[in-house]
Nanobody, 123 residues
Framework: QVQLVESGGGLVQPGGSLRLSCTAS????????MGWYRQAPGKQRELVAI???????NYADSVKGRFTISRNNAKNTVYLQMNTLKPEDTAVYYC?????????????????WGQGTQVTVSS
C-alpha cells in the first residue's frame, strides 16, 4: 500500500555535506511522523532525527547542530541535510515513517522503512 524510496547517499570527505531524501508513494494514507535512523556495522540501529506532523523535531546528540531534518508535505518527502560530516557518521541510513492507512478499516497505523542508503565519510 505504501512504499518508501530513499536516495542521496554516497561517499564524501570529512567536513563535507550530503542530503538524503525519502519519498512515500501510494495513496490513501496520512503521515504522522518521519524520521531517519542509521546503523553502522556491528551496531544497533539508532535514531538520528525525527519530525512529527506538527513540525516539532528531535535529534540525536551526536548530530545536533550538524544535521537538519525537513519535509515537503505536498510531496510526502522527508530530507536529512547532513553538514560537517565525520567518519563516525558512516552508516546505512534508513528512512522511517509512521503512517495511518486510511483506505482500510480500522485505519491502522504502521511503521514503514526505506531500503537504506549507504553514507560513507572517509578521506
Amino acid at each position: 500500500q505504501v512504499q518508501l524510496v530513499e536516495s542521496g547517499g554516497g561517499l564524501v570527505q570529512p567536513g563535507g555535506s550530503l542530503r538524503l531524501s525519502c519519498t512515500a508513494s501510494g495513496s490513501g494514507f496520512r503521515i504522522n511522523s518521519m524520521g531517519w535512523y542509521r546503523q553502522a556495522p556491528g551496531k544497533q540501529r539508532e535514531l538520528v532525527a525525527i519530525v512529527i506532523s506538527g513540525g516539532s523535531t528531535n535529534y540525536a546528540d551526536s548530530v545536533k547542530g550538524r544535521f537538519t531534518i525537513s519535509r515537503n508535505n505536498a510531496k510526502n518527502t522527508v530530507y536529512l541535510q547532513m553538514n560537517t560530516l565525520k567518519p563516525e557518521d558512516t552508516a546505512v541510513y534508513y528512512c522511517n515513517m509512521d503512517i495511518t492507512v486510511l483506505s482500510i478499516a480500522p485505519t491502522p497505523i504502521y511503521g514503514y522503512w526505506g531500503q537504506g542508503t549507504q553514507v560513507t565519510v572517509s578521506s
